[in-house]
């Protein structure tokens, strides 16, 4: 299923990062980051940071890195749907029922101006 993107930001802006990756991870206060072992690859000293102010993270190690949606995917094995469903259920925020859209909003041009934008902040 397909969300819109203003739910999908407002399902970001609302959820913590760091608690939710904290139920994976054990993270440690370093500087205005948290960073701890990734969960992703074997390693012995922490190269997995999260940065709670710009709601990423990034393995300094194995190269993983994204925000809580991908991490989320990557540490669950979830589809994004099922992660948004999920973190929407934590924040309190309503999805959609399928079909929330006309076919004109269905169109993959929304999500793909979206993910250019993210790219370009991160870039």
């Known amino acids: 299923m397909r969300y819109p993107p203003e ?3 407002r399902v970001r802006e609302a959820t913590d990062i760091v608690a939710v ?19 992703f690859h074997q390693e012995k000293t922490p190269s997995f940071h999260v940065n ?3 709601q990423i993270f990034k393995c300094f190690g194995c190269g993983a890195g994204g ?3 991908r991490f989320l995917m990557d540490a ?8 948004t469903q999920l973190l929407a259920g934590k924040t309190g ?3 959609p029922r399928a079909g ?22 991160e870039l």
């Open 21 to 39: 990756i904290s139920e994976h991870v054990r993270l440690k206060k370093a500087g205005r980051a948290m960073k701890g072992i990734c969960p």
């Open 93 to 95: 925020i309503p999805l």
């Open 52 to 54: 709670p102010d710009r």
């Open 7 to 9: 739910i999908i930001g």
């Open 100 to 121: 929330w859209a006309p076919a004109e909003e269905q169109s993959v041009f929304p999500v793909l101006e979206w993910a250019a934008g993210f790219y370009r902040g």
């Open 67 to 69: 925000d809580v949606f």
């Open 76 to 83: 669950e094995k979830m589809t994004f749907p099922e992660a």
